[in-house]
């Protein structure tokens, strides 16, 4: 079973729609969530970071984490073409001082005007 | 320059070559990472440094060998690769402490024909 999953996608919504990209996990270790965005020929930038459950906003963007479910999800409000990327979940452990991540696959997201 | 640079940023190799990528970080940090990442599959984990002295090698082939002469250079060594080592290789850096954001450079696109 893989440590991480998340469905690839892709997915195509229209510019304004409300996006939601989700993962789920298997080690209930796991303290540490993150959102990384990537966009073409470039590398994964941070965008959103969680410690344990909760809900966190940062303008458009709302990351929730469910640990008794083991499912985190990220929520785009207002979708721009400028969010068309590829959006990349993370987590780590609370043991590992060298903040080891374990991805998902990551989920092509194309918003369309 | 600023935040992680990686040089080349393509390369084009055939199975017999020997090549290195290089990586250079320009934030104080003293973690580096090297990743692989493929299309649709996550990024794997292939070697961790902290302060110069490697502290993961994720069961990586011998063809790739690692070198990090201060904290902040990393290089990866290339040597009879093979066709399915084709992917973007990624570097990456963070402060030592349990959770910090990991800065991602742009990544190699390598092509082994």
């Known amino acids: 079973q893989k440590e991480v999953e998340q469905d690839p996608g892709p997915l195509s919504v229209p510019e304004g729609a409300i996006v939601s990209l989700n993962c789920t996990y298997s080690?209930?270790?796991?303290?540490?969530f993150m959102w990384y965005r990537q966009y073409s020929r470039k590398g994964p930038e941070l965008l959103m970071y969680?410690?344990?459950?909760g809900n966190k906003e940062d303008g458009r963007f709302t990351a929730q984490v469910d640990k008794s479910s083991k499912y985190i999800s990220l929520f785009i409000r207002d979708s721009q073409p400028s969010d068309s990327a590829t959006y990349l979940c993370a987590m780590s452990d609370r043991g590992s001082t060298l903040g080891r991540l374990y991805f998902g696959r990551g989920t092509q997201l194309t918003v369309w005007p | 320059e600023t935040g992680v640079t990686q040089t080349p940023r393509h390369l084009v190799m055939g199975m017999t070559n020997k090549k290195s990528l290089k990586c250079e970080q320009h934030?104080?940090?003293?973690?580096m990472y090297w990743y692989k990442q493929s299309a649709k599959k996550p990024l794997e984990l292939m070697f961790v440094y902290n302060f110069k002295e490697q502290t993961e090698n994720n069961s990586v082939p011998s063809r790739f060998s690692p070198e990090c002469p201060n904290s902040s250079h990393l290089f990866l060594h290339l040597h009879t690769l093979q066709p399915e080592d084709s992917a973007l290789y990624l570097c990456?850096?963070?402060?030592?402490?349990?959770?910090?954001?990991?800065?991602f450079g742009p990544g190699t696109r390598l092509t082994v024909l």
């Open positions: 969680t410690y344990s459950s």
């Open positions: 934030l104080g940090h003293n973690a």
């Open positions: 080690n209930s270790a796991f303290q540490y």
């Open positions: 990456a850096s963070k402060t030592g402490s349990s959770y910090n954001e990991q800065f």
